[in-house]
């Protein structure tokens, strides 16, 4: 415009006549005034967000639940399923499948054979092609089972995120079994005069993991080359027997582990517990729940193949009915040849005695 054409590099620009020049200086010029009208409009809408901001920062959820209004009673909510569907046997390969409430049809309980007929077929095809429906399974001998082994007849029984297991014709198989494993506890003990009391702390799995399971001493009531604590003893605390085994950390003397016999669920699809949410005791090692069986009757643990399960002391368990069952606990002991309540025979109807 002011005829500066070395500052000028666009061709375009220097190829327009004056009017050109003119029309579009106007349009720059407009558009000038816009952002500047849009600055100051965003200015004034961040000066009143920066409060409700700092007090959202402030109160942090609760600020959020405050502008969150309950429906009214009469409120229509879109009905509908969302289920978490396993194949039989197995608590992996989760596929996610959505039921609308109109698919079902009737929601009256005098059709619920017809509703459920209609969730079989829409499962079926949803699954159609995967891992748990191959080509050539038929629909007609679609089953569904919830998480306790108890098949699916009613479809206004299930509930939203529901875990349920398909099966084609084959009876329930359960997804976790029962399983025989050791849990640990680390103990520490308190000595005052000649009385020494041996009782259940912390226990990090991770520094205890490090050395390794080679590294453990199978001991014969509490090690006597324990340094003991002069502090007092916590207010609760859970007393362990000094008779006991007990595992010895041969690098750290200070490192004493108590071994439990447990049950816990696995699963078949992994070696992982599925119960890893227990605070204590913490299952160390993979191997806590894999056994050796002897030739002389013996069951070794796989983690500590010097200790194996053997017979302890009598106990008696009241049943809820009143009626009281007495036993013997299963322990984990040190080996000692020639140990009766060490030993187990095998019968032929699948169950395991102690000699």
């Given at each position: 415009?002011?005829?500066?054409?070395?500052?000028?590099?666009?061709?375009?620009?220097?190829?327009?006549?004056?009017?050109?020049?003119?029309?579009?200086?106007?349009?720059?010029?407009?558009?000038?005034d816009?952002?500047?009208?849009?600055?100051?409009?965003?200015?004034?809408?961040?000066?009143?967000?920066?409060?409700?901001?700092?007090?959202?920062?402030?109160?942090?959820?609760?600020?959020?639940?405050?502008?969150?209004?309950?429906?009214?009673?009469?409120?229509?909510?879109?009905?509908?399923?969302?289920?978490?569907?396993?194949?039989?046997?197995?608590?992996?390969?989760?596929i996610?499948?959505?039921?609308?409430?109109?698919?079902?049809?009737?929601?009256?309980?005098?059709?619920?054979?017809?509703?459920?007929?209609?969730?079989?077929?829409?499962?079926?095809?949803?699954?159609?092609?995967?891992?748990?429906?191959?080509?050539?399974?038929?629909?007609?001998s679609?089953?569904?089972?919830?998480?306790?082994?108890?098949?699916?007849?009613n479809?206004?029984?299930?509930?939203?995120?529901?875990?349920?297991?398909?099966s084609?014709?084959?009876?329930?198989?359960?997804?976790?079994?029962l399983?025989?494993?050791?849990?640990?506890?680390?103990?520490?003990?308190?000595?005052?005069?000649?009385?020494?009391?041996?009782?259940?702390?912390?226990?990090?799995?991770n520094?205890?993991?490090?050395?390794?399971?080679?590294?453990?001493?199978?001991?014969?009531?509490f090690?006597?080359?324990?340094?003991?604590?002069?502090?007092?003893?916590?207010?609760?605390?859970e007393?362990v027997?000094?008779?006991?085994?007990?595992?010895?950390?041969?690098?750290?003397?200070?490192?004493?582990?108590?071994?439990?016999?447990?049950?816990?669920?696995?699963?078949?699809?992994?070696?992982?517990?599925?119960?890893?949410?227990?605070?204590?005791?913490?299952?160390?090692?993979?191997a806590?729940?894999?056994?050796?069986?002897?030739?002389t009757?013996?069951?070794?643990?796989?983690a500590?193949?010097?200790?194996?399960?053997?017979?302890g002391?009598?106990?008696?368990?009241?049943?809820?009915?009143?009626?009281?069952?007495?036993?013997?606990?299963l322990?984990?002991?040190?080996?000692?040849?020639?140990?009766?309540s060490?030993?187990?025979?095998?019968?032929?109807?699948?169950?395991?005695?102690?000699?």
């Amino acid at each position: 415009m002011n005829e500066q054409k070395e500052k000028i590099t666009e061709k375009v620009i220097l190829s327009m006549t004056a009017k050109e020049h003119h029309k579009e200086h106007e349009e720059v010029s407009r558009l000038i005034d816009e952002l500047q009208t849009a600055i100051k409009s965003n200015r004034g809408h961040l000066s009143k967000l920066g409060p409700q901001l700092q007090a959202e920062q402030e109160q942090f959820s609760s600020y959020v639940y405050q502008h969150i209004k309950s429906l009214p009673a009469n409120t229509l909510v879109p009905g509908g399923l969302q289920l978490k569907v396993f194949e039989n046997g197995k608590n992996t390969g989760e596929i996610s499948v959505g039921i609308r409430k109109k698919d079902l049809g009737s929601d009256s309980p005098i059709q619920t054979d017809h509703m459920m007929e209609r969730l079989l077929l829409k499962i079926h095809q949803r699954l159609r092609g995967s891992s748990i429906n191959p080509p050539g399974l038929n629909f007609s001998s679609v089953r569904l089972f919830d998480e306790d082994g108890q098949e699916i007849k009613n479809p206004l029984s299930l509930k939203n995120e529901q875990k349920i297991w398909v099966s084609y014709g084959r009876a329930y198989r359960p997804p976790l079994n029962l399983a025989l494993g050791l849990t640990f506890d680390r103990v520490s003990a308190f000595a005052r005069g000649d009385i020494m009391v041996a009782y259940k702390t912390f226990l990090d799995p991770n520094a205890v993991l490090l050395p390794g399971c080679g590294n453990w001493e199978v001991c014969e009531g509490f090690p006597i080359n324990f340094n003991c604590t002069s502090q007092q003893i916590p207010d609760q605390f859970e007393k362990v027997d000094l008779e006991n085994h007990f595992l010895q950390n041969k690098v750290d003397p200070n490192i004493v582990l108590h071994a439990s016999v447990s049950i816990g669920k696995w699963s078949f699809s992994g070696s992982e517990a599925s119960s890893r949410s227990q605070i204590a005791p913490l299952i160390l090692w993979p191997a806590a729940s894999v056994w050796l069986i002897t030739k002389t009757g013996m069951i070794l643990s796989r983690a500590i193949t010097q200790g194996c399960l053997a017979i302890g002391h009598p106990i008696r368990v009241k049943a809820a009915e009143g009626t009281s069952l007495e036993g013997y606990k299963l322990i984990l002991q040190k080996r000692r040849s020639g140990d009766e309540s060490q030993k187990w025979v095998f019968g032929t109807d699948g169950c395991i005695y102690s000699k």
